[in-house]
């Protein structure tokens, strides 16, 4: 095999995730085993793609093929880099500090309206995290430890 043109795509994680999920139910239906190494590498990726904080473990899944033209059509005016969407898709930034961390020069590139704005088209297309339920015992602050340790 000889690669032509390297990087001539980006995928992101929910195109892999959809593409091993096809590829794995497309064996199941022949009923015929892939080779041992590739149900293995299947099985691991679309455990780790499923697993929080990732935005596909969340069910049901807010991710649909249709999600990733619309956010790149929303987010146009920004003028984001291919790698920028790519990321977004990937990480699903719920607040401006998990955007910054995303986009390069955030502060100096968009007005902090500009910033809210990315947050939300990101959460209205991909859909937002549940909110993780906190043990009553991790509910602890600094100022409590530190005066514990004093």
Known sequence: MKII?????????????QHVAHQKDLYKKTKRRGPPNME?????LLQ???TAPSPLSQTPLT????????????????ELSKGEVVM???LRPASVAALNTVLEDM???????????????TSEVLGQF?????APDADTSMQDTAETTS
Request: aromatic residues 10%.
């Open 48 to 50: 780790y793609l499923r």
């Open 40 to 44: 293995t590498v299947a099985r691991e």
């Open 130 to 134: 549940d909110e993780p339920e906190e």
């Open 107 to 121: 502060g100096d590139r968009y007005t902090e309206t500009e910033q809210e704005d990315l947050v939300t088209i």
């Open 88 to 90: 977004i898709l990937n």
């Open 63 to 78: 991710y649909t093929p249709s999600c990733i033209k619309t956010l790149i059509q929303r987010l146009q005016p920004f």
């Open 5 to 17: 043109e390297a990087q001539a795509a980006v995928l992101s994680n929910f195109e892999v995730y």
